[in-house]
Every structure is written in C-alpha cells, then in structure tokens.
C-alpha cells in the first residue's frame, strides 16, 4: 500500500456484502484507522471479512469537530479509510469536508472505485444514459419547492435518492412538477434479495407505490424534458 497516501475514500456495498472490491479489503485491512458513519454498521461489514481494524465514529454531525484531530494524525503519517454505510464516501454522504481539508494540508487522497446506488440503477432503467446529471436526495422542505421548479426543465436524465417514508410525497410532486406522463424508474433494495425494479410513467409510478407499502432505500431515474439540451 502507497505510504504517500493519507486518506483512502473506500467504496461499500450497497446491499450484497459480496460486491466489496479486493483492493478495498486490502485497504481496510492495512490501514492504521478506519473511520465510519456508523461503527456498528461496518463492524457487520469487516467482521464478514474478518478485518479487525480500529474503528472511528465519523459522521454528518461530528465532522466540523473531527476534522483538525484527523488531519493532525494523518500530518504525522498515519493512514485512514473512510467508509459510509453504503456506497462511495462523499456522494450524498459524509466526506467532502476532510477531503478538502487533506488537499489544502498537502496530504494525499485516493478514491477506490466501487459500489455506488446510482450507477447500475441508471445502467438498468432503460432511459437515456449519454447526459445525466446527479440530484441525491432533494432538500426535505426548505429550497425543495425551487429546485424542483428549476428541473421541471432540465432536459438530461436526473437521478434522485430517497428514503422510504417519503418515495410516495416525492413522485408525488415529480407528477406535478414534470407531468403525468414523463418516463421514470424507480428502483429499490439495489443488489440485496428483494431487489425491484420499476419502469413506467410518473403518474403509474406513483399509483403503484400508493398501493404498496414502500420498504428499503430508492433510487428514482426520471427523464430529462424532450427539447434542446442543456448546456454544461
């Protein structure tokens, strides 16, 4: 393992604890300090693997406080991993901070690749592929109302997150913001055993999970409105 390397952003599975990566176990295992969202969450993970690291809470709401400590230590040479519960560090989850932290210290990153939610989601739908652009999760309600105005007319395929208890209030709104009939995909539980994946307009959509009890983390894929692409 590189020693210039400081900090490893090291990709999880998002479901399937098979889909870890080999140079990812290697990391995990070599690492000085393993920093995680949730600590009990990846105890399942390397505990799988066998991995017996030391473990350091990192997360949304202790990150601003954390960030000088781990900085420090890195400074004086010790190697971390950073891992979120699921999926690549950064995207829409903890990491950027340190991240930029590490570049402004001088301290190299490196990103792993690995799982991410929206990638096979978006392989697997069945709408455009070629431009699409990378919402996450829409604000819970401040700013939500506005952005939702400005992507009425993004003509790119849009990726969106979002929890369960809230996938019925979202293609709810996506019916009334981007019209009855524009295609979607709504795709949940990626790579675990109850894996579903649904194509269909907005309107079906939101019908169809109006019946059924939503359960598990989603990904929409919505497509982009028919005209003259954006630019950028």
Do not use: W
């Amino acid at each position: 393992m590189d020693e210039k390397i400081s900090l490893f952003l090291v990709p999880t599975p998002v479901g399937n604890l098979e889909d870890i990566t080999l140079r990812a176990i290697k990391v995990l295992q070599q690492v000085d300090v393993i920093l995680a969202e949730d600590t009990r969450k990846t105890g399942v993970l390397l505990k799988h693997l066998s991995i017996n690291r030391p473990l350091q809470s990192y997360h949304i709401f202790n990150e601003h406080q954390t960030v000088e400590r781990l900085i420090k230590a890195m400074a004086q040479g010790q190697q971390f991993a950073l891992v979120s519960d699921a999926g690549t560090p950064c995207i829409s989850d903890p990491g950027f901070l340190l991240v930029r932290a590490c570049r402004q210290a001088g301290l190299v990153v490196q990103c792993l690749p690995g799982a991410t939610a929206f990638v096979p989601a978006l392989a697997q739908a069945g709408l455009p592929t070629d431009r699409f652009c990378f919402e996450g999760f829409l604000p819970p309600k401040k700013g939500r109302k506005t952005r939702l105005e400005l992507l009425a007319s993004e003509n790119r395929t849009m990726i969106f997150y979002e929890a369960p208890h809230r996938i019925r209030k979202t293609l709810a709104e996506f019916v009334t913001f981007f019209g009855a009939a524009r295609m979607a995909c709504v795709v949940r539980e990626l790579s675990k055993i109850y894996e579903e994946t649904q194509t269909d307009t907005l309107d079906n959509l939101a019908a169809y999970f109006d019946q059924k009890e939503p359960k598990g983390e989603f990904v929409i894929i919505v497509e982009g409105k028919k005209g003259k692409a954006n630019e950028g």
